[in-house]
């Protein structure tokens, strides 16, 4: 299972932990700012190979049912699961 | 206890084979090499069951150390001087991480020029990393050091890695008679480290993650804490110590003759023993001299150095470094340790021991000579002239 973001965000000292240390997956806060291309899969020319999982370098690319599916909230936008897609279900569009 | 002939290398080994390590990950240098050199016979001839790695350097020495508390092994790892500066990236990383790992570091001078040496520049320029740091008298204290450094290091209200240091040549390499406890006192002594901080199959979770500006604060205050809390669990564990092996130690400072002293000498390491006798000296010769070796930089005796000199006319820092520029680091921080207890009192800072430079039984009479006219100034040992503050 990838991390996801959760609902619970640590704003005080009791809900620090004492080390750099928690449950697995559990992600605070979003990191995607910076992307101004984001990939889009185009689901009808998706084989399901799964090369754009194992190519994204921030592990956002997840299978939902029989789709493929990216998380935006951590994609930065590098474009490699474009160049990696031999079907070309994915192609890159401008942030608006 | 069996008494060993030990030079102060071979009396931390001892101590870090009592205290079963299952990891140990060094790269040599002069003057620690024999530390991990005995510690690699004894996982040799199999009387310590340690992974053993010796690493392409110290960088890598103290990463493999991090990498093994972040799975909950007690990990150990020694360097000194240049290797100590390898690894300056990863201190703080071990500290925030709040991996209990014990580091031995032989204290030797810092290039350039270069000297293999003793002096202390090398970790006290390393203060800041978030590492607690002890500095030993004589081997005794380091073999015992060593295994009070793990109790502490790991207890759960501190979980701060320790560094114990131990003066290059002058305690690293010369011999004393050193009682070497049992293993089972030494097994009723230190427990074996337990920790949630850990990489764990049946418990994920994620380990060294980022901080963003938000919540930063929160866990450096909480480093803070940790270093804090080592004042308690160090008299805890020393308490603890002198029951099972009957050897006691008074805590963060080491106080002689400081009671109704009027000048007062503060230092740190082996060169105490020889402030010893020149407080004896004089003494005997009816002058009010004393001594406070301070044991541990950090967490800083604030409290107990105030309590000690409090009464005093003047005092005195001797250390061997030079935070250049300004003065002797240990020297700023007692200097801060006073302001906050309200005490005002003439503070001198000599800087001595520089590159091994021997410091003279006569240069520290003459300490105390130069404290009775109360001066305040910076001086270094061994140098005339106008760089001697005259």
């Known amino acids: 299972m990838k991390p996801f973001l959760r609902d619970f965000i640590p704003t005080s000292y009791e809900d620090i932990p004492d080390a750099t240390a928690f449950e697995a997956g559990y992600l605070v806060t979003k990191n995607a700012g910076w992307r101004n291309i984001r990939p889009v899969i185009d689901n009808t020319k998706c084989v399901g190979c799964l090369n754009c999982y194992l190519y994204c370098p921030d592990g956002v690319i997840f299978r939902e049912g029989s789709k493929i599916n990216i998380d935006y909230d951590f994609c930065k936008g590098c474009g490699i699961c474009s160049k990696i897609c031999k079907p070309g279900a994915i192609k890159m569009e401008a942030e608006k | ?390």
Not at chain 2, 365 to 387: C, H, M, P, W, Y
């Open chain 2, 1 to 390: 206890m069996a008494k060993k002939f030990l030079s102060g290398n071979e009396a931390f080994a001892y101590g870090v084979r009592l205290a079963r390590p299952q990891v140990i990950s060094a790269y040599p240098i002069t003057p620690q090499t024999i530390v991990v050199e005995k510690l690699s016979e004894f996982v040799e001839d199999g009387s310590l069951n340690a992974e053993f790695i010796h690493v392409e350097s110290e960088h890598s020495a103290l990463s493999c150390a991090i990498g093994a508390s972040s799975v909950g092994a007690r990990a150990f790892t020694a360097t000194s001087s240049q290797g100590l500066l390898y690894m300056a990236e990863c201190l703080p990383y071990a500290a925030g991480g709040r991996f209990p790992i014990v580091m031995m570091n032989a204290n030797r001078s810092t290039a350039l020029p270069w000297n293999i040496y003793g002096d202390q520049r090398d970790s006290l320029s390393q203060l800041d990393s978030g590492w607690i740091q002890a500095y030993a008298g004589n081997a005794q204290e380091a073999l015992d050091l060593a295994l009070m450094s793990f109790y502490i290091a790991e207890h759960s209200e501190v979980s701060t890695p320790f560094m114990a240091n131990l003066d290059g040549f002058v305690l690293t390499h010369t011999y004393e008679v050193v009682d070497v406890p049992t293993q089972e006192q030494a097994d009723a002594f230190l427990p074996g480290y337990e920790t949630e901080n850990k990489l764990d199959l049946q418990n994920p979770r994620n380990l060294a993650f980022s901080a963003g500006p938000d919540t930063n604060t929160f866990f450096k205050y909480k480093e803070h804490l940790g270093i804090l809390n080592a004042s308690e669990i160090i008299d805890k564990a020393e308490e603890r110590f002198a029951e099972i092996f009957g050897r006691r130690y008074s805590g963060l400072t080491e106080s002689y003759q400081t009671e109704d002293a009027e000048y007062i000498l503060i230092t740190l390491g082996s060169i105490s023993g020889l402030v010893r006798e020149a407080v004896d000296k004089l003494r005997a010769e009816g002058k009010s001299a004393g001594l406070l070796r301070l044991r541990y930089l950090r967490p800083f005796p604030n409290e107990e150095i105030a309590n000690a000199v409090k009464n005093a006319k003047a005092l005195a820092v001797l250390e061997k470094d030079i935070s250049f520029g300004n003065e002797g680091t240990v020297y700023t921080n007692v200097n801060s340790a006073l302001q906050k207890a309200g005490i005002e009192l003439p503070t001198s800072n000599y800087i001595g021991g520089l590159g091994g430079k021997n410091i003279s039984f006569e240069e520290i009479i003459n300490i105390f000579d130069e404290l009775e006219k109360q001066r305040s100034t910076v001086k270094f040992l061994g140098i005339g002239g106008e760089a001697n503050g005259d």
